[in-house]
């Protein structure tokens, strides 16, 4: 148990310092572009080319908009997502996604925890389920044992490590006339290989731990601020907390676009141009870039890795623990010493330990990312529906309910992710 009280922080004014501003958005965008992601946008880099560049943009604008709804939700009520369902629908609606969530999020952990640990190895030799162990391990300790204020800037500091795969595209020479003609005119295909890779594009944009996550540490945010409440009871605060989540949001999600542009760009001009064009795991990305782009490539983009898997376990375990402590009414939030929220940290735990242990298994990593993705893609849809029904009722939001425009951009974004898991079911079947 850590003996370091919970600090407390001064309420957000708009002359604070514009880093200052930057928190739960940022540190999302961040964590979307983690290992398993990283595979996903080289692989498509590599077996598309520049026919998939067009897909971020795409992206961007509902992404901005389902995730601004859940931060709205957080800040608003003062409750995570998980406690806001529990309070309105029956309680076997919620554990049972929330129990895929727990399985999709666990997957994805053993996924990015085991691409951590390969990176290393690609840099410095060793042996690879002693950095899997090493990696778990270290971000468990970090998330128990520094209190969420001192934790949180840790995070941030760590988003800076995707400007690595900003400065592996300027390692390499790419042809910016190509790039640019085809993202005004992209070269669409209805063949079902291209139609699954803009499925696995939108589905590791939008994924529902992002949700849990940046409405929960919207809470956060707000406890550990000294004199801030839910804005339903400070109605004064809502106009600059609500622009701070704008920015933070708009900011945090263009930096993840901005890189996953950049992590296909990188692909399609390395491995796509010169023939390779499958790729598994991003750590085999990385080792194609050594011979194709030279030394300084792959460096940037293996410590990228580790960076982004450093940003994103915590996120995937941390979500999980909110979403099963919000349900069964437990005391839950980074903030709270280890003996304040046992089940909360309990769970934080299994899901990490665990996502270690599936690295000693026989778990063929593709598959296994394959069907975190379809798990991710079917309940994203009902829990992104079920957000804007609760952004849109007074009787959760007060005086804050959400605008129009955003709520079609959060509808936009839900429909385009059911006609997704739907273009899934089809082409699966063909």
Not at 167 to 194: C, L, N, Q, R
Not at 211 to 219: I, K, L, N, T
Not at 281 to 306: D, K, M, N, W
Not at 365 to 370: D, N, R, V, Y
Request: include cysteine.
């Amino acid at each position: 148990m850590t003996s370091v009280m919970k600090e407390e922080k001064t309420p957000a004014t708009p002359n604070q310092p514009f880093w200052k501003k930057l928190g739960p958005g940022l540190i999302t965008g961040a964590a979307d572009d983690d290992p398993s992601s990283i595979a996903t946008y080289s692989q498509v880099g590599a077996g598309f080319g520049y026919a998939m560049l067009w897909t971020v943009f795409i992206t961007f604008p509902l992404m901005v908009g389902i995730q601004i709804v859940s931060a709205h939700i957080g800040r608003v009520t003062g409750n995570g997502l998980a406690a806001n369902i529990r309070q309105r629908y029956p309680a076997w609606v919620l554990r049972s996604l929330v129990c895929l969530l727990l399985v999709a999020n666990t997957i994805n952990l053993a996924a990015d925890i085991g691409a951590m640990a390969a990176a290393l190895k690609l840099l410095i030799g060793g042996p690879l389920h002693l950095y899997a162990i090493i990696f778990g391990l270290l971000s468990l300790a970090l998330q128990i044992f520094i209190p969420f204020p001192r934790y949180a800037p840790i995070l941030k500091m760590l988003t800076l490590s995707l400007f690595s795969y900003v400065a592996t595209v300027f390692a390499v020479k790419v042809p910016w006339g190509e790039v640019f003609e085809h993202i005004i005119m992209p070269s669409i295909s209805w063949k079902a290989d291209y139609v699954v890779a803009i499925v696995a594009v939108f589905g590791t944009a939008i994924s529902p731990y992002l949700f849990f996550w940046q409405s929960s540490q919207e809470v956060e945010e707000q406890q550990a601020a000294k004199g801030e409440r839910p804005l339903k009871h400070a109605p004064a605060e809502a106009q600059v907390q609500l622009q701070r989540i704008k920015i933070d949001t708009y900011i945090g999600l263009g930096f993840s676009n901005l890189i996953a542009f950049f992590i296909m760009l990188t692909a399609t001009v390395t491995m796509h141009l010169h023939g390779i064009t499958d790729i598994q795991t991003s750590s085999q990305a990385a080792e194609v870039l050594r011979p194709v782009a030279g030394e300084y490539a792959f460096l940037l983009f293996s410590v990228g890795i580790i960076g982004t898997g450093l940003l994103a376990v915590p996120v995937l375990a941390g979500s999980a623990a909110y979403a099963v402590g919000e349900s069964f009414k437990w005391r839950v939030g980074l903030g709270k010493e280890l003996m304040q929220a046992r089940g909360f940290y309990a769970i934080l735990a299994i899901a990490t330990l665990l996502g270690v242990a599936l690295n000693f298994t026989s778990m063929d990593p593709i598959k296994a990312l394959f069907w975190s993705s379809v798990i991710n893609g079917v309940i994203a849809v009902p829990f992104m529906a079920i957000m804007m029904l609760l952004a849109a009722r007074e009787d959760v939001m007060g005086r804050f309910v959400v605008t129009r425009r955003l709520q079609v951009l959060g509808w936009l974004a839900t429909v385009v992710m059911a006609v997704a898991v739907l273009a899934m079911g089809i082409t699966s079947l063909l």
